[in-house]
Structures are given as C-alpha cells and as structure tokens.
C-alpha cells in the first residue's frame, strides 16, 4: 500500500502546455505521455483552453471542485461537467473545447490505452467500510477515511489499498483496470 499525499503531487503543464496537471500514478512506472497503459492525475482548469488530445486513449473525467464547465467534443457534442463525483467517458483523439460554467476547477483523470487495458471510476459515498481488492488506486475526492491505522483526507489517494473505512460525508473514486478484451 502507497499513499500519495495531494500536497506533495507536482503541478506540471499539460501535453499542450495550457494548464496544469499533477499526476497522482502511471503505469508502468516512470512511462510518458507515448506509453503509459494509464495513468490518473488531478488537473486546475482555470481559462476556457482546449484539452490535450491523445490518439489511441480513453479518458474519464470527474469533476472535484469548482463550477465545473461545458464539454464540446469535435465542435458537436455537448456535455456539461457541472455534477461533481460523475464520471464522464470520451475518446482522447476528441478535439475538446471548454466553457467555464464559472470560476476555476479542478478535476480527477483517468486515461488507459485502448487495446491494452479498459478502466472505469466508481464513486462511493461514507459512511461505510470499502473492500478495495480489486481496485488499482483509490482517490478520497471529498471528506477523511482510514486506511488501516492511516488517516488521509481530501486529495489523498492509495495504490494497493485492500479496505478503507470512510467517514461521513465521505466519497472516494474508485480506479479499476483490467485487461482488454479482444
């Protein structure tokens, strides 16, 4: 088990160099943009930039903090991420627009190359105790929560957590990754 404390992530620039991103976990360890099978970073979207686009990638989104913003995919499709603790799938080959729905966000990412791995976020709400084995990374997006004698808060997350007791209040995203399926 690993924990990876929000306060010690390093902000970087994005693949566009537009805004800032912190990776939280890539793997296989120390992999680029050109060869990770994923990868999870917490990303500050403070301007109305366009994302960063990655051919061959599947992106999830969620939003953390802030008012959130609209999506628009390819200049056709439309989607509003304004619901915090919701994930939101799309291509990384998309060519992503954003309108600030306010002032600045702050959003988790997951990103798995396809054809190689498939990955989702599922959100969990505390109270409660989570088994978490099957689980690649787990990230407290809201609240506090022990894993085992370990207290964590917001911005915290966990590689290799086996169970964590959330708080009330709580919620955690949960990162799963398996193998593609041919």
Known sequence: ??????????????????????????????ASM?????RVSIADVDTASPFSRFPGIDRTIVLLQGDGFTMTLDGE??????TPF???AFPGEA??????????TRDFNLMVRRGAVQGRIDVVHGP???EAHDV???????????FGDIACATGDSVIGAPSVELDDGAVALLVRIVQARD
């Open 128 to 130: 409660g105790h989570v």
């Open 136 to 146: 690649a990374l787990l990230h407290l997006a809201r609240g506090t929560a022990l």
């Open 95 to 104: 060519q992503v627009e954003v309108t600030l729905a306010g002032g600045a």
């Open 77 to 82: 499709r439309e989607h509003a991420l304004t």
């Open 86 to 88: 919701k994930p939101f």
């Open 1 to 30: 088990m690993k924990i990876v404390r929000f306060d010690e992530l390093k902000a970087v620039p994005w693949k566009n160099g537009l805004g800032i991103t912190r990776e939280i976990a890539v793997e296989p360890p120390g």
């Open 34 to 38: 050109d060869d990770f099978l994923w």
